[in-house]
């Protein structure tokens, strides 16, 4: 799996961007998928993750503000971020991972989202945002 992330950039605060994650050798529906970020001296945390069964899930600090989508035809992930704060300032990874939790029904296995790095197993290179007060 490979990933390339797109769409960062520098905003002041109550602005809006949309970075995308561009995914090559990867099978929809086969893996979760998840947005990170990382600020200089503090560790990576879980922004947004979507489920292969579809489902979401959110940092409190992101709720309502964020939403993660995809768009299976083109292999490609989003995070549209409205309302930005200068403590979203960070790099942002997208990723793609099957450990952690998961459920199989009809023989078909589904991984639930997760915000939750160790879940994840091949990451994007990041996209730096700014966001200016």
């Known amino acids: 799996v490979h990933l390339v992330e797109s769409g960062g950039g520098s905003v002041q605060a109550g602005g809006s961007l949309r970075l995308s994650c561009a995914a090559s050798?990867?099978?929809?529906?086969?893996?979760?998928l998840g947005w990170f970020r990382q600020a200089p001296g503090k560790e990576r945390e879980g922004v947004a993750s979507i489920g292969s069964d579809d489902t979401t899930d959110y940092a409190d600090s992101v709720k309502g503000r964020f939403t993660i989508s995809q768009d299976n035809a083109k292999n490609t992930l989003y995070l549209q971020m409205n309302g930005l704060k200068p403590e979203d300032s960070a790099m942002y990874y997208c990723a793609a991972g099957r450990r952690g939790r998961h459920f199989t029904f009809a023989e078909r296995l589904y991984l639930l989202p997760s915000l939750s790095p160790d879940d994840f197993d091949h990451w994007g290179q990041g996209t730096q945002v700014t966001v200016s007060s």
């Open positions: 050798g990867y099978t929809y529906n086969e893996y979760r």
